[in-house]
């Protein structure tokens, strides 16, 4: 029995949560709307305000997305309640954030300032050296934040470029000459 999959999901008071047919899932909460459709092979009950996934055999394919549904489930439901945060450090001299409406311009040693248009329902701020990602759906957020890194990867000599607020870099020596 998958660990996860077994798990129930307690629905936090103010949140609803629609099962349609072919488990297309409609979560709603204080923060947003949330739609997804969900593998139908799972079967998804919902007894009060408690969520139970359980799977009709011990196949592969179906042992793999139990645990799989429930996390989805279960992160559509701290999504419309609490949101999703990804923070990002620039480090370099001359790297710079800024904001500019709804667009995030990062400059970031190349000839021109690269602008990034926020997408729909994420918003980003910036704090000094800090790049913030908010939203509700934790794929769009992870997303959008990878996307954001990708303009400038770290580098593992200097330590240049952007990079999770939790990440390290692990740093390399330079070259030496020759005597």
């Known amino acids: 029995m998958s660990r996860i999959g077994k798990m129930p999901i307690a629905v936090p008071a103010g949140v609803t949560v629609d099962i349609a047919e072919n488990n297309k899932v409609t979560v709603k909460g204080p923060k947003g709307e949330l739609c997804r459709a969900l593998a139908p092979e799972m079967e998804i009950k919902m007894d009060g305000n ?35 945060k990804k923070t990002l450090e620039v480090n370099g001299v001359g790297y710079r954030a800024s904001k500019q409406g709804n667009k995030l311009v990062l400059n970031l040693g190349y000839s021109h300032p690269v ?18 990602v908010t939203g509700i759906d934790k794929e769009k957020v992870g997303q959008y934040a990878a996307e954001i890194r990708e303009k400038r990867a770290p580098e593992p000599y200097k330590g240049k470029g952007i990079k999770y607020d939790y990440e390290t870099i692990r740093r390399k020596v330079g070259k030496t000459g020759k005597k």
């Open 115 to 132: 602008e990034m248009t926020d997408p729909e329902g994420l918003e980003t701020k910036v704090e000094e050296n800090k790049i913030i």
């Open 50 to 84: 408690v969520i139970t996934v359980s799977r009709p055999n011990d196949l592969k394919r179906n042992k793999a997305l139990h645990g799989l549904t429930r996390t989805l489930l279960n992160n559509m439901i701290i999504g419309v309640t609490d949101g999703y």
